[in-house]
């Protein structure tokens, strides 16, 4: 298994190919890469895709007191 970042994968194989594998339409890809969202794509030996988005944990700035 290699873990790639979503822009580096869709440079290498392309934006619909990796849509295909990951079974969403490439607009769905091409939003998440203009959003810059951190999603990391691992890619098992079959050639079969998985992706994960990495976000701050809490998501929301807490308020002031």
């Known amino acids: ?6 822009p580096d994968l869709v440079a290498e194989k392309g934006q619909a190919a990796v849509a295909k594998a990951l079974g969403v ?25 998985t992706a994960q988005e990495l976000k701050p944990f809490p998501s929301q700035a807490r308020r002031a007191a």
């Open 1 to 6: 298994m290699k873990k790639k970042p979503l």
């Open 25 to 49: 339409s490439p607009a769905a890809i091409s939003k998440a890469l203009n959003a810059e969202r951190e999603i990391v794509v691992t890619v098992s030996r079959d050639g079969s895709m």
